[in-house]
């Protein structure tokens, strides 16, 4: 049980080191962390590169999270002679996130693990994965930032897993563990939310 858990989340892990935006930034000649924020997510691709490859990096993010999920859910698991496990599957994708927010190849700075984040939850139970895009879509929408939305999405998670499946508890704790590394990893952007100094939708960075 124990090395199919380490499986799992070295497979996870090195999936999430794949960087969308960091690749999609190479091939217009920059280094996308050198620019806005200094991640390589989603939004500040979208601020400095645009729409195209802002879709690019939100697919590739989101893929490895899908990916690695259904990888350790259908070929890893099993091979192992484990039952499934829905909490297996969380874990594989927490990994994937712990990845993509900090590369080993990119001296650790990588994104935030939204994008990932959907893919995993959509792997998961797409369902609920629809529902956090939902609530991402909607906050983001109505007031047009980003970082609001996607701290809306993460915080639901928790909830929607209890509702999902309620006495899982060590499901749950997993589902918390990815809301507290999302809201730590957007804490700059908590602090410019709460002082009226962040950026919304359609704002672009200077190059």
Known sequence: MMLCVVVCMIVGYLFGCFQT??????????????????N??????????????????????????????NLARYVIIPAFGVKSQ??????TGFAVVLGHNF???LK?????GIATTGG?????HWQLGLLC????????ALTKYVSLGSICMVLIIPFILYFSEPNNWPLIFVGCIFTAMAIWR?????ERLLHGTENKLGQKVKR
């Open 21 to 38: 935006g960091y690749f999609v930034g190479r091939i217009n000649k920059i280094d996308i962390r050198d620019y806005g924020s200094g």
């Open 40 to 69: 390589s997510g989603t939004t500040n691709t979208l601020r400095t590169l645009g729409k195209t490859a802002a879709i690019i990096t939100f697919l590739g993010d989101a893929l490895k999270g899908l990916i690695a999920v």
């Open 86 to 91: 829905a909490v297996l599957w969380l874990l």
């Open 103 to 105: 590369p080993f190849f």
């Open 108 to 112: 650790f700075k990588g994104g935030k």
């Open 120 to 124: 995993v939850i959509f792997a998961f």
């Open 133 to 140: 895009g939902l609530v991402f879509l909607v906050v983001t």
């Open 186 to 190: 957007h804490r700059a952007n908590i």
